[in-house]
């Protein structure tokens, strides 16, 4: 078992800046991802951008160039959104994949953060 705990949204102008960090906790045999998503109101929950064990970073098209990830997988990760724009509004969650220690794939969620982008 991995719980995820979120902060650090909120309602911010466009044009501003926001900090996300997700922290894990618990254990299982491996992580292999971690990283951000959103889903805005009448929309699919989408990736931002996540860090895949070994150090690789994938971002959305939409966010490159404006988002940053950092940090460790199997202890917490940043998401920096700078530039924000109206239609980054959206519940940020973090999100984990892993392999348990019976074997299973298997993704947990975090319980998600309201970013709010005024234009």
């Known amino acids: 078992q991995v719980q995820l705990v979120e902060s650090g949204g909120g309602l911010v102008q466009a044009g501003g800046s926001l900090r996300l960090s997700c922290v894990a906790s618990?254990?299982?045999?491996?992580?292999?991802?971690m990283g951000w998503y959103r889903q805005a109101p009448g929309k699919q929950r989408e990736l931002v951008a996540r860090?895949?064990?070994?150090?690789?970073v994938n971002y959305a098209a939409s966010v490159k160039d404006r988002f940053t990830i950092s940090g460790d997988v199997e202890k917490a990760v940043y998401l920096q959104m700078n530039s924000l724009k109206p239609e980054d509004t959206a519940v940020y969650y973090c999100?984990?994949?892993?392999?348990?220690?019976?074997?299973?794939?298997?993704?947990?969620w975090g319980q998600g953060t309201q970013v709010t982008v005024s234009s």
């Open positions: 860090i895949i064990r070994g150090g690789s």
């Open positions: 999100n984990t994949d892993t392999l348990t220690w019976s074997g299973r794939v298997t993704a947990y």
């Open positions: 618990g254990s299982v045999f491996r992580i292999n991802t």
